[in-house]
């Protein structure tokens, strides 16, 4: 039993005093993944077409294996053209701050989109170079891929990210990104309301854990149909950890996606959430760097 | 990054072009019924099995059954042509809504009846292939074919020949196909953006006027949703976000229809409720895909000097 690689306990019952900034009961990070251009494609040297989070439906239609499936793209396409932009003028109007988790290539394809990401003051973190499946990716393939990620985000956006976010992860990729270093946090985890240390690659590595519940992925895996049960399962996350914040404040992970929450039938879930964001006090909307940064401050690694 | 990539991943981006619609409408409503009944899988036609797709049998609990009939299938789509079209044309025309029918050859040719209604009716009928299956495999000279047929097929039960195109499962030859037959003002294979917008791949400048996929009835077969309470309520959101934004920039929007889903008593309220909050609406172009086109063509002609799409550009 000694030897469990895994913490089933964490904080327990008596999760830590987060002492966010001005006392808010809760810190609100919202995450835009920024994929379209880096999907699986022949055009980007890959075996088959994507089928994974685009509006193609749930099971019908195969991947297209050794050609385009030019539906697919157009689904993507709609993300980077018109998703990103109805986006970007929806926080910046709100003037709510963003984390992009930016796939390497995909921001190599939509610089305009980067350079507006910057001009809104939004993080970009790292989310691979490519949008796809790391589990079936070799070791010395990944550990490239990283470094690629952040020249591309750093030639892209004008700074390397500090935040990490593989998604579909390999069993590698956690000690890759602390081998590499240069990160304040990873997300791979889905374990805790809060951030937590990791200690399993030598030095303290802090993960800010992200949420695959509070996302518009739902929308692709069949899960919600409407804007209006999108939006309330999103309010009754937040009611549950603002009521829960009145004691221990705690973290709120939102993941969007320009293809996704970007269409019209949908975006309305994110517009009637802010609103009602808005309507509270000792809310904290922040980038997630910053809240790795307050951690990293507030709650450094101990024994 | 190589120069030859051939997608637009740009397009308008921050700034649409006024779409400048007649009356100064805020948005175009397009509503499209896919015409699809008796074309459909089946050993009947031809096929190695029965058809699965977009039907009431459920998601994927039942597979295909190969080389036999599914008599459960078929008469899920024979209730399309013969009721739920039927209940549809009687709450559109009773409103006079403007609509486009994706019409496949082979069901046009097996419902006649079908077809000359929707000629009187002043509806547009835009060709959905000959064949309602997957043409990703489909060799290319095979598919040039059907796609002479298809047109021949709109034009021998419609009438007229279709100036609209939408096949739905594309290969990669489609667009090509469609754009060296001639005769169309468009085609909607594409889901990439909010507006119409030209397309120079092939040769000559090619229109588009995308189509949607979530809001679509399609959503009650894959089981998104189940009752028409939902699907009204996720139109609607598209449409009130459409109509706020187009205040400033107009923007087109698509609803898809299916004659054997929302034509289903328990659904087509859900379409009602839908055509009573638009009609709510002061400055809404409810139209028909080729009038779309004909006035982006009018208003929006091709570039002169086409764009090279690179990465970036």
Redesign the interface.
């Known amino acids: 039993m000694s030897e469990y690689p895994r913490d089933m306990m964490g904080y327990g019952p008596t999760p830590p005093e987060a002492d966010w900034p001005n006392g808010a009961r809760i810190a609100i990070s919202f995450v835009i993944n920024h994929e379209e251009g880096a999907e699986s494609s022949i055009l980007h040297g890959d075996a088959q077409s994507e089928r994974y989070l685009c509006d193609l439906g749930p099971v019908e239609v195969p991947p297209v294996v050794g050609g385009r499936d030019l539906n697919a793209e157009s689904m993507f396409e709609y993300g980077a053209r018109v998703g990103f932009w109805r986006l970007r003028r929806i926080f910046t109007e709100a003037q709510v701050p963003v984390t992009v988790y930016g796939v390497g290539m995909a921001l190599e394809r939509t610089p305009e989109a980067a350079a507006a990401m910057v001009e809104a003051g939004w993080e970009v973190a790292g989310h691979g170079y490519r949008w796809i499946d790391y589990r079936d990716v070799s070791e010395d393939v990944e550990r490239a891929h990283v470094s690629q990620c952040i020249d591309a985000i750093a030639s892209t956006v004008g700074e390397r990210p500090v935040g990490w976010f593989s998604g579909r992860r390999s069993i590698h990729t956690r000690r890759l990104i602390v081998e590499e270093g240069g990160f304040l946090y990873d997300s791979d985890g889905y374990s805790d309301d809060l951030p937590y240390w990791n200690t399993d690659h030598g030095r303290p590595h802090l993960v800010v854990p992200y949420s695959r519940n509070n996302n518009d992925l739902r929308f692709a895996t069949g899960g919600v149909y409407t804007a209006g049960d999108f939006f309330a399962y999103l309010r009754d996350s937040f009611d549950t950890l603002y009521a829960e914040g009145a004691d221990y404040p705690k973290m709120m992970s939102i993941g969007l996606h320009n293809r996704l929450i970007g269409r019209p039938g949908r975006a309305g879930a994110l517009l009637r959430f802010l609103d009602h964001l808005q309507k509270h006090d000792g809310v904290w909307f922040a980038r997630r760097r910053e809240i790795a940064e307050h951690w990293h401050a507030h709650h450094p690694y101990s024994d | 990054?190589t120069s030859e990539?051939?997608?637009?991943?740009?397009?308008?981006?921050?700034t649409p072009p006024a779409a400048d619609w007649p009356g100064g409408a805020r948005i175009a409503l397009s509503l499209v019924l896919n015409y699809e009944e008796g074309a459909e899988n089946t050993v009947l036609h031809g096929d190695a099995g029965s058809e699965?797709?977009?039907a009431d049998i459920g998601?994927?609990q039942i597979e295909p059954l190969v080389g036999m009939r599914a008599y459960n299938t078929e008469s899920m789509f024979e209730y399309g042509s013969r009721a739920g079209f039927w209940r549809i044309h009687r709450l559109l025309t009773s409103r006079q809504i403007p609509l486009t029918v994706y019409g496949v050859g082979m069901a046009l040719e097996r419902n006649p009846q079908g077809a000359k209604a929707m000629a009187e009716a002043g509806w547009e009928v835009a060709s959905h292939a000959y064949r309602w299956i997957?043409y990703?495999d489909m060799p290319e000279a095979e598919e040039r074919e059907q796609i002479q047929r298809a047109i021949a097929a709109v034009e021998n039960t419609v009438g007229e020949r279709p100036v609209g195109w939408y096949c739905g499962?594309?290969s990669?030859n489609?667009?090509r196909l469609v754009v060296e037959e001639g005769g169309f003002l468009y085609d909607s294979?594409?889901?990439?953006?909010?507006l119409p917008y030209w397309n120079y791949e092939h040769g000559r400048p090619h229109l588009i006027l995308?189509y949607s996929?979530?809001?679509n009835d399609?959503?009650f077969s894959?089981?998104?949703?189940f009752t028409g309470e939902?699907f009204f309520?996720?139109?609607r959101?598209?449409?009130?976000?459409?109509y706020a934004e187009g205040a400033e920039t107009s923007?087109m929007?698509s609803v898809g229809l299916h004659c054997r889903l929302v034509g289903r008593p328990g659904r087509i309220n859900g379409l009602a409720r839908f055509l009573d909050h638009v009609a709510a609406h002061d400055d809404v172009w409810i139209t028909r895909r080729r009038d779309i086109a004909a006035h982006w063509i009018a208003t929006h002609p091709p570039a002169i000097h086409p764009p090279k799409v690179e990465?970036?550009a």
């Open positions: 990054m990539y051939p997608r637009d991943l740009f397009g308008y981006g921050p699965q797709f977009l998601p994927a997957n990703g499962r594309v990669p489609t667009r294979d594409s889901y990439a953006d909010d995308p996929l979530d809001n399609l959503r894959t089981n998104n949703i939902d309520d996720y139109i959101d598209a449409f009130d976000l459409l923007k929007m990465a970036g």
